[in-house]
T-cell receptor
């Protein structure tokens, strides 16, 4: 069964203090790995898609990388508005069209 | 606003009552998904539609849950005889047709319906 874990569960950073969030997955045939941001009481907001190991993509202060077993979301010089829960999801070849989500990392960036 | 919309945003009901939620996907998206999310957890897949056909259902979807997408546009999710364990955020997502997106199955989520069963 496809599984996704995320670490840390929660992370507190000072504004400007860079860090990384981890998403580890076990999936029989990865079709795609997706990062979402979720603010309290709202639906997840799409950030990145990763389809193959070695890929990197950047969006403002965020950069996502992918290996065969995990993905990292690097946050460079974060700002308080980056505070949110970051969710990782995988789509495997045996799971049709649905995503399997991890539990998320709650990020707090203090001014 | 051309995003996914859901209605209502909040629903409070008593145990044993039936509730129905509506989802309107992005107009050019023919793939539609329902997820359930409880506090502190990631969304869990419930069901998937391609146009009006319900192609996938999770084993989490008990027989009290039913989803429809009669004309391949909006979708409804009904929960019969609600239980307190049904309290959660119900999320709808949509994505482009396979012929346009191929394996680029990027799902875009609506704001969710927060259900509270008393």
């Amino acid at each position: 069964e496809d599984q996704v874990t995320q670490s840390p569960e929660a992370l507190r950073l000072q504004e400007g203090e860079s860090s990384s969030l981890n998403c580890s997955y076990t999936v029989s045939g990865l079709r795609g790995l997706f990062w979402y941001r979720q603010d309290p009481g709202k639906g997840p907001e799409f950030l990145f898609t990763r389809y193959s190991a070695g890929e990197e993509k950047e969006k403002e202060r965020l950069k996502a990388t992918l290996t065969k077993k995990e993905s990292f979301l690097h946050i460079t010089a974060p700002k308080p508005e980056d505070s949110a829960t970051y969710l990782c999801a995988v789509q495997g070849v045996n799971y049709g069209q649905n995503f399997v989500f991890g539990p998320g990392t709650r990020l707090s960036v203090l001014p | 606003d051309t995003g996914v919309s859901q209605d209502p945003r909040h629903k409070i009901t008593k145990r044993g009552q039936n509730v129905t939620f509506r989802c309107d996907p992005i107009s050019e998206h023919n793939r539609l998904y329902w997820y359930r999310q409880t506090l502190g957890q990631g969304p869990e897949f419930l069901t998937y539609f391609q146009n009006e056909a319900q192609l996938e259902k999770s084993r989490l979807l008990s027989d009290r849950f039913s989803a429809e997408r009669p004309k391949g546009s909006f979708s409804t999710l009904e929960i019969q005889r609600t239980e307190q364990g049904d309290s959660a955020m119900y999320l709808c997502a949509s994505s482009l047709p396979y012929r346009l997106a191929g394996d680029l199955n990027e799902q875009f989520f609506g704001p969710g319906t927060r259900l509270t069963v008393l």
